[in-house]
């Protein structure tokens, strides 16, 4: 839940950081919301110190034998005065925390202002691919090599949906356990292995609730999502705990599926695997202390765009300006991989840091031995990275004159050894 007492005694950067996120809320109103409910609470709080008064002049009274009916009589006003009150201190708190809960973060002061065409090209890694043949499209090697049932997937369940086969399967695996095993042995991130299946609390600490439900697979009759990424159960696998000074920074890794309704796709590309309904993606969170969080972002970022070095993809970096950021981010790296086949720059990982916006609503706290108080963690993720477009650039860059696909090298060892994906499969 966003700061109130940010909005109390910043309303400027507040308003300047949401008009940045191109988001219009009524800060004044909160703010007058705010006030209401800070005067009840002070009557409340007058009125039950006015009850424990009463309550110990009456067993005065009752001690030196005195007769205590009129201070039964006044206690039990301000008794009815309480109950009248607290309600309204109830409702008063739930409205607030309605509208506190709906407020994005805020962008980074580092972050570009403006929207998609403001976004930033940081660095870029390898040359993007030309051939000496006609490219193709990673539908049409999918479909030849027999590695990828667009027709029964949707027969199966439905429109952008994915049947992997085969070879197809073979390497959607062989890039899954490669990434965690990546992640695990040579940047330090310990595996999980979380459900796929979350409550409304742990998506709405992590910001995708309430804001987009309506992408949300739901199950209504018990009120749980299917996950749009790993990073909603990883992170809340510390919701409202303490954890240890210490013990930080954590960092997480783990796969899953990924399930989005994408609601709001219309127009976009959503073609072969551009833009399906589950895939899976290798997840990286971070549990980190304020000060140090931009540099992990950094090195968060390093640690997806190791996956591409690896995979030889070429592939370049984009600061998001504060128009495309998400809701829960306060800055964000994209990292884009080039598919020669239908000539485009696709979306594989996406890193942010989203200081202490998510720690905030999930109650994630860290403590030192000898500091009295608690504080708020910082929290990142990052794609480590996401399959579907990763089979993408691997087909269409790794495509052959023939028809066939090239096996990256770092994948055969997952693979048996296997250097090609063949038609027919021979």
């Known amino acids: 839940m966003f700061d109130i007492r940010l909005i109390r005694e910043n309303l400027e950067r507040v308003q300047s950081g949401l008009a940045a996120k ?26 039950r110190a006015q009850k424990n008064a009463a309550n110990d002049e009456i067993s005065q009274c009752i001690k030196n034998k005195q007769d205590p009916q009129e201070k039964i009589a006044a206690m039990k006003t301000i008794s009815q005065q309480i109950a009248g009150l607290e309600p309204q201190v109830k409702e008063m708190d739930a409205r607030l925390k309605e509208l506190l809960i709906a407020i994005p973060n ?7 202002v403006g929207g998609e065409d403001a976004n930033t090209v940081v660095r870029s890694w390898g040359e993007p691919r030309s051939f000496d043949f006609k490219a193709k499209d990673h539908i049409e090697l999918a479909e030849t090599l027999d590695i990828i049932d667009f027709k029964r997937a949707t027969k199966i369940t439905g429109s952008n949906f994915i049947l992997f086969k085969n070879d197809g399967a073979r390497l959607e695996r062989a890039l899954i356990n490669f990434m965690l095993d990546l992640h695990g042995r040579e940047h330090g991130y310990k595996e999980m292995m979380p459900p796929v299946v979350v409550n409304r609390a742990s998506m709405t600490g992590t910001g995708q609730l309430p804001k987009m439900e309506e992408d949300m697979y739901h199950i209504a009759t018990e009120d749980l999502f299917l996950i749009p990424t790993a990073e909603v159960p990883i992170t809340n696998i510390h919701r409202d705990e ?13 796969f899953t599926p990924c399930f989005r309704r994408e609601a709001g796709s219309y127009g976009k590309d959503t073609r072969g695997l551009m833009r399906v309904h589950q895939f899976d993606k290798v997840e990286m969170v971070k ?9 992990e972002l950094e090195s968060l970022v390093g640690n997806a765009e ?36 239908i000539d485009k720059w696709l979306e594989i990982s996406s890193c942010s840091n989203f200081e202490d916006f998510q720690a905030r609503r999930s109650n994630i706290r860290y403590k030192g031995k000898d500091t009295p108080k608690s504080t708020f963690v910082h929290t990142l993720n990052g794609s480590g990275v996401a399959m579907a477009r990763t089979v993408v650039a691997i087909l269409e860059n790794y495509q052959t004159p023939d028809g066939n696909v090239e ?3 770092v994948l055969r060892p997952y693979m048996g050894g296997q250097t090609l994906i063949k038609k027919n499969g021979v």
Request: charged share 25%; net charge negative.
């Open 106 to 112: 805020l962008p980074h002061d580092s972050v570009p």
């Open 287 to 295: 549990f980190v202390k304020p000060e140090t969080s931009y540099d």
């Open 22 to 47: 191109r988001v219009d809320i009524n800060l004044e109103a909160i703010l007058q919301m705010d006030q209401q409910r800070r005067e009840l609470v002070t009557n409340l709080d007058e009125l």
């Open 242 to 254: 303490i954890l240890a000074e210490e013990n930080l920074p954590l960092y997480y890794t783990g």
């Open 306 to 341: 190791k996956v591409l070095q690896m995979l030889k993809l070429p592939y370049r970096v984009l600061m998001l300006a504060s128009g495309d950021l998400s809701f829960a981010a306060a800055k964000c790296y994209d990292i884009e991989g080039f598919a020669p086949g």
């Open 407 to 409: 096996i990256p090298e």
